[in-house]
């Protein structure tokens, strides 16, 4: 298996910035970014010391599959992407907030109805619901955005409140996330699936708000698999994921949450080709086509040159 893409370092004609998040590695412009997305894996808001081969390639082209499926309903920032790896699109402001909106009660809203709380950033939630449970409607959870270390449960109150963003805003925010999840639950039906929960993030482009970074990937969204849901509820049972959530389990299996103290355990070569696997089997199953694994033989170079001669 080739190796994967762990970072990069490039230097262009008329960069302003550098920025390099998780999973991304982002050059900045005066009024567009490059965003190169890594083969670098991150969970519990820790990146992992070794990277899975294709898996940049399987997000990125997820991401832009949603995006151009999404953008006569809500813009976003992209203006091209001219590498499996590269995106590149207008330099936004970001809103210091992420959208996340549920539609079931499922990772981390389970951790905390499991634990007692019958309120989730300010969303009062029934009593009676089983893990994977639907809820009565989709509701919006958002958190604040970090630089480093854990994003928050914040409410829609303490947002207004604390003016991380002003009220015209939110309602725009709001309004651009229930479109979009409506959107991504319609896509995910029409696979086979269901658009579990996910999130969103915006920005500012002069005076317009715009979505920004990845939309519906498995590494901003959970899915299930439709068929059986029902008969696994029922039971009692697991459901069937295509998400990250296979990442967490193995690492929590292994002792690792990304608390203090712990150690994330050794990823051997199967662990990671078996990561890898997964994730092109969710690009198939997602986006319905047929993954092309791309040209590896000078990956860094093939990347450089995509954002030169379209920046």
Same mark, same amino acid.
């Given at each position: ?145 970090? &630089?480093?270390? @854990?994003?928050? $449960?914040? *409410? #829609?109150?303490?947002?207004?409140? !604390?003016?991380?963003?002003?009220? /015209? ?43 920004? &970074?990845?939309? @519906?990937?498995? $590494?901003? *969204? #959970?899915?299930?698999?439709?068929? !059986?849901?029902?008969?696994?509820? /029922? ?64 990956? /860094? ?11």
């Amino acid at each position: 298996m080739k190796q994967g893409i762990k970072d990069t370092q490039f230097k262009f004609p008329g960069q302003v910035d550098f920025y390099r998040g998780k999973v991304r590695d982002v050059y900045i412009f005066e009024q567009s970014i490059a965003v190169v997305a890594t083969d670098r894996i991150s969970a519990f808001d820790v990146v992992l010391p070794k990277a899975i081969p294709y898996k940049g390639q399987v997000l990125n082209q997820i991401a832009y599959h949603f995006l151009s499926s999404t953008a006569t309903l809500v813009p976003n920032w992209v203006t091209a992407s001219p590498d499996p790896n590269v995106t590149i699109g207008k330099r936004c402001v970001p809103f210091k907030v992420e959208m996340v909106i549920r539609g079931y009660l499922a990772g981390h809203a389970w951790r905390e109805y499991r634990d007692g709380k019958r309120s989730l950033c300010g969303v009062a939630l029934p009593e009676g619901l089983k893990e994977n449970d639907p809820l009565p409607e989709p509701i919006i959870t958002p958190t604040t955005k970090a &630089d480093q270390g @854990h994003d928050e $449960d914040i *409410s #829609r109150e303490d947002i207004l409140a !604390g003016g991380l963003v002003a009220e /015209e805003d939110y309602l725009v925010l709001e309004k651009y996330t229930r479109t979009l999840f409506e959107k991504g639950t319609e896509m995910a039906r029409e696979k086979g699936l269901i658009l579990v929960d996910t999130k969103y993030e915006f920005g500012r482009y002069g005076d317009e708000i715009l979505l920004i &970074d990845e939309i @519906h990937t498995p $590494d901003s *969204s #959970r899915y299930f698999y439709r068929e !059986g849901y029902a008969e696994r509820q /029922e039971q009692g049972l697991p459901q069937k994921q295509l998400s990250k959530e296979f990442v967490r389990q193995w690492l929590i299996e292994n002792g690792f949450q990304g608390k203090p103290g712990q150690s994330i355990p050794e990823m051997k070569p199967d662990i990671i080709e078996s990561i890898s696997s997964r994730y092109i089997e969710l690009y198939e199953h997602i986006t319905g086509k047929t993954f092309v694994p791309a040209n590896g033989s000078d990956m /860094e170079e093939r990347i450089r040159r995509s954002i030169l001669e379209n920046i």
